[in-house]
T-cell receptor, first 113, second 113 residues
């Protein structure tokens, strides 16, 4: 089975721009979570989707949004980028919402200049 | 608020020895705790989950303990190998929503041949 894939792997944007990141979960997995990872804060939960519905949301501003499609692929969007948004954005999938075992993708490294 | 602490200093050990990593948490009693491994430039990989009613769990050379009185989990790698070198992260469910994980910053382990 192919693992979780994320595109793009690397991205450089300037302040004020917006960005869309994509995640394809493991085939058959319908639950997708997004995390932001920075050296100072570690991994922080952004949101979780299941069957195209956002089930949980972390404590991030409204500039961070996401969605999930009927094929379980998910995208997250960050608008009006700030320097502090520079981070590794990780997507994780699990087979069902009550499964605690998550499978992570390689992440998208976003640099905001 | 909930807090997770892991050894911030890197751990250097000799091949063949047992590595012991610590995860301490405060201010609540999680239903479970997870350990992940993360290699540079890659997403975390799930290793073990231990529930609050389990004192110890093993998987091959890995052993995790969970002391709810001390609010601490210990992660042991026996007969360590250079390939075990990585950052190890512990994660616990958010007190208000156990589908949202909160993460430690991780401990870097280097196993020297």
């Amino acid at each position: 089975k192919a693992g979780v894939t994320q595109t793009p792997r690397y991205l450089i944007k300037t302040r004020g721009q917006q960005v869309t990141l994509s995640c394809s979960p493991i085939s058959g997995h319908r639950s997708v979570s997004w995390y932001q990872q920075t050296p100072g804060q570690g991994l922080q939960f952004l949101f979780e989707y299941f069957s195209e519905t956002q089930r949980n949301k972390g404590n991030f501003p409204g500039r961070f949004s996401g969605r999930q499609f009927s094929n379980s692929r998910s995208e997250m969007n960050v608008s009006t980028l700030e320097l502090g948004d520079s981070a590794l954005y990780l997507c994780a999938s699990s087979s069902r919402p009550d499964s605690y075992e998550q499978y992570f993708g390689p992440g998208t490294r976003l640099t905001v200049t | 608020s909930q807090k997770i602490e892991q050894n911030s200093e890197a751990l250097n050990i000799q091949e063949g020895k047992t590595a012991t990593l610590t995860c301490n948490y405060t201010n609540y009693s999680p239903a479970y705790l997870q350990w992940y491994r993360q290699d540079p430039g890659r997403g975390p990989v799930f290793l073990l989950l231990i529930r609050e009613n389990e004192k110890e769990k093993r998987k091959e050379r890995l052993k995790v303990t969970f002391d709810t009185t001390l609010k601490q989990s210990l992660f042991h790698i026996t007969a360590s190998q250079p390939a075990d070198s990585a950052t190890y992260l512990c994660a616990l469910p958010n007190a208000g929503n156990n589908r949202k994980l909160i993460w430690g910053l991780g401990t870097s382990l280097a196993v020297n041949p």
